[in-house]
């Protein structure tokens, strides 16, 4: 058995929709779903403690979990259901759950959120924090579109969303379109010449991918423009965007991108960021 895929809750209805989410995912991998719910505790002289059972906040918090566990079993029977109230920070809590995950996924935009505002501050908070794939839920479940879309840029050295794109994919039966943005003076005479050029790096670079998996259909898309709206105007059209986390500015602690961090805004459908892994053997 794997990893369990974590759901993160706070009784909005995007926590539900990412609860949704999450079961169907794990139906598909074969791995448990666990759904988590932090809350503060209660600090005198300056140590935290556990809630007591008949504490309000408390039962509200097992409610939530409750109901969460509800619609994910009568969503998906296949699937082995957990829940747990946890105690602290919220995303620092969840960022240490991801260790011991094979997904977290969290609504968009949690109760403490601003109207209009797309991405909330916990889903910022983990996503290119946390090692592994994050996935952020925009919204209830959209009809099956039968895609998946991956962002590409063949300059970096390791690619884990290509990894995390084509086992969704191949776990849907879902087509892959991996997407690869680049621009450049509109004036020069030599566009088509690039365009090929970069369609057949892109190529070069995805061999290794399609290779294990035969079974993927898989569609690349050469776009000269800005990544940010290629990847959402694809994200109309698709389940699931996948991205990378690597940040190229000069600030280190940047780890989520300016490409992952427009995606996240802006997508029309559930956005995973996939930052790599640290190997320990």
Request: with cysteine; charged share 20%; hydrophobic share 45%.
């Amino acid at each position: 058995m794997s990893e369990p895929i974590i759901a993160g809750v706070d009784g909005s209805r995007a926590a539900l929709a990412a609860v949704l989410w999450a079961a169907d995912v794990a139906a598909r991998r074969a791995c448990d779903l666990r759904i988590i719910h932090v809350m503060a505790p209660p600090v005198h002289g300056g140590k935290p403690y556990e809630r007591p059972l008949d504490d309000a906040a408390r039962e509200e918090g097992e409610r939530m979990l409750a109901e969460a566990a509800a619609l994910a079993t009568e969503s998906r029977k296949d699937v082995h259901v957990s829940s747990e109230l946890l105690y602290g920070h919220t995303t620092e809590i969840l960022r240490a759950q991801a260790v011991e995950a094979e997904a977290i996924v969290v609504g968009s935009r949690g109760l403490d959120g601003f109207p209009g505002l797309l991405l909330g501050s916990v889903g910022l908070g983990l996503a290119g924090h946390v090692a592994g794939p994050v996935v952020v839920v925009h919204g209830a479940p959209a009809i099956v579109q039968g895609e998946i879309v991956a962002g590409l840029n063949p300059d970096d050295a390791v690619h884990p969303a290509l990894d995390y794109a084509f086992e969704e994919a191949q776990a849907r039966g879902a087509r892959l379109r991996v997407v690869h943005a680049w621009d450049m003076p509109s004036s020069r005479p030599d566009q088509e010449i690039i365009t090929q050029a970069q369609q057949e790096r892109a190529r070069s670079v995805l061999a290794p991918w399609t290779n294990r998996h035969p079974r993927v259909e898989v569609t690349v898309s050469v776009v000269r423009g800005n990544p940010v709206a290629a990847l959402c105007e694809a994200s109309a059209r698709a389940d699931l965007v996948v991205v990378g986390s690597r940040g190229r500015g000069v600030i280190r602690s940047a780890v989520l991108g300016s490409v992952s961090h427009g995606v996240l805004h802006y997508a029309s459908c559930p956005v995973a960021v996939v930052r790599p892994r640290i190997r320990t053997d």
